[in-house]
Each structure stands twice: as structure tokens, then as C-alpha cells.
């Protein structure tokens, strides 16, 4: 699975700490998933949407692999 | 919030040592017989309830994580157990053939490698999700 999480952050000028403040995980955390080695839940997914104000089909896709 | 987290994070590591720090003397007073039965079976007690603590602290603490490191602590507890048992099956399959060292082997050492395999899978996990 991809994700635009890097290009949505650099978009706000936030740093992955910022974002992860955001959305109550640790910056760790929120690394693991932009760099696509944890798949987040539902819930996360959908809290990151709401505070790049998009949509979390346009957040993360599938490989093409997967598809 | 984060504070809380943190908070927890720390009594659960905190408790561990506490159930450490009483876990060794009583082994060793046990072992020595220092005390007659009774205060002996006191002394037993002890750890056992500082471990609890520990495990309810630790409960407490990974229900705050967030699901990346609840992740991590999941996986770190299902590699450990799966390798003490793996052990615990291989140490009995090999007393029915009459091989078995105590020394290395016995309950006490039992309780290292528990934690032992612990942190291999939790130093797996931790390089798997680079938390």
C-alpha cells in the first residue's frame, strides 16, 4: 500500500511530529506509517483525512501489485 | 494525554524492576533456607504480587499505546511465548530420552529465558515497523 501522507504534510508545512500530534500517535509511529511498514487502522486513517481535509482514498492506494 | 501515556509507560517498567528487585532476594532466601516454612511461603508470596502489579500496569499501559506500539508489544509477546514453549516442548521431549540439565534448565533459569525471548521479539518487531 502507498500513501501521500509526506506530500499532504509538506502541503501544511508540517513536520511528521505536527502531524502526529494531530491525529494521538507517537512520531514513531506515525514514520512507520508514512513509510508504509504499518498499515493504519480505519479510524487513524480517517482522522488523518479530516485533518488534511481530503479523503482517505486519495491518503493511501493500492500497489499496483494489488490492485 | 501524552503525559498519561508516558506516565503508564513508566510505572509499567518501573513495577517490572520492583518485581525484580524483590524476585532475586526472595530466590536467594528461598534457596538458602533462611527462614523456617511459613515465613518462607510469606516470602514466596511477595514476588508474585509485585508481578501482578506489574502485569496490571502493564495491561493499562499498552491499552493507552498507540496501535503502532501496541503492535510491536503484541508481536513481542507472541515471539516470546511461542519460543519458551518451542523450549518447554524441546526440554520435555528431551527428559523422556533422559537428557536434561537442571543447571541451565531449571524453573528459575525458566523465568530468564521468558524475558529473554521477550525482547528478542521485541527488538524483531521494534526493527520490523522501525519504531
Known amino acids: ?67 | 494525554m501524552e503525559q498519561s501515556k508516558t506516565t503508564l509507560n513508566q510505572q509499567s517498567i518501573i513495577f517490572a524492576l520492583i518485581h525484580g528487585a524483590t524476585y532475586l532476594p526472595a530466590a536467594w532466601l528461598l534457596k538458602h533456607r533462611v527462614f523456617g516454612q511459613p515465613v518462607s511461603v510469606i516470602i514466596a508470596v511477595v514476588p508474585i504480587i509485585t508481578f501482578s502489579i506489574f502485569i496490571f500496569k502493564y495491561i493499562k499501559a499498552f491499552s493507552a499505546m498507540d496501535e503502532v506500539k501496541q503492535r510491536v508489544q503484541f508481536e513481542a509477546v507472541v515471539i516470546g511465548f511461542s519460543l519458551i514453549a518451542m523450549l518447554l516442548m524441546s526440554l520435555f521431549l528431551l527428559s523422556l530420552c533422559d537428557i536434561s540439565n537442571p543447571l541451565w534448565f531449571g524453573y528459575a533459569y525458566l523465568v530468564c529465558y521468558c524475558w529473554l525471548f521477550y525482547f528478542v521479539g521485541w527488538l524483531i518487531s521494534k526493527r520490523k515497523y522501525g519504531v
Do not use: C, Y
Request: glycine share 4%; aromatic share 6%; charged share 25%.
Open chain 1, 1 to 67: 500500500m502507498k500513501n501521500t501522507i509526506k506530500v499532504e504534510r509538506a502541503k501544511k508545512n508540517w513536520t511528521q511530529a505536527d502531524l502526529a500530534k494531530h491525529i494521538g500517535i507517537s512520531r514513531q509511529g506515525l514514520n512507520s506509517i508514512e513509510t508504509g511498514k504499518f498499515i493504519p487502522s480505519t479510524l487513524l486513517a480517517l482522522r488523518m483525512a479530516k485533518v488534511f481535509n481530503t479523503t482517505v482514498e486519495i491518503l493511501f492506494q493500492l500497489d499496483d501489485i494489488e490492485e
